[in-house]
Nanobody
Framework: QVLPVESGGKSVEAGGSLRLACEVS????????IGWFRQAPGKEREFVAG????????RYSDSVRFRFTVSKDNNKEMVYLEMSSLRPEDSAVYYC??????????????????WGQGTQVTVSS
């Protein structure tokens, strides 16, 4: 596995919910913090949410805090982003990546992977 694999994106109505999944290598999953990022047309890629290697620490951007929840399943070795109360401004391509800790994820430093294809989330009014 050279790149992370994101899945779960789709078109939903405003106010709806969606869960995205991120698959990385087992070693990366067990060792690094994993974060979600998004990029909307004409905008820079931005940090959304992150979780550290053991799931004890999470971090969220102000725009998604209280609406999105990042979690990890140790059995499946998958990282999820549960999104609720979706808004049209949440529409973007969502990506995941890994770094040493959530501070580095939020600061855009030390990414383990190049950017994958991402998964498209479209929220309609």
């Amino acid at each position: 596995q050279v790149l992370p694999v994101e899945s779960g994106g789709k078109s939903v109505e405003a106010g709806g919910s969606l869960r995205l999944a991120c698959e990385v290598s087992g070693y990366t999953f067990r060792t690094y913090a994993i974060g979600w990022f998004r990029q909307a047309p004409g905008k820079e890629r931005e940090f959304v949410a992150g979780i550290n290697w053991n799931g004890a620490n999470t971090r969220y951007s102000d725009s998604v805090r209280f609406r999105f929840t990042v979690s990890k399943d140790n059995n499946k070795e998958m990282v999820y982003l549960e999104m609720s109360s979706l808004r049209p401004e949440d529409s973007a391509v969502y990506y995941c990546n890994a770094a040493t800790n959530t501070e580095n994820l939020a600061g855009g430093r030390g990414f383990v992977y190049a950017w994958g294809q991402g998964t498209q989330v479209t929220v309609s009014s």
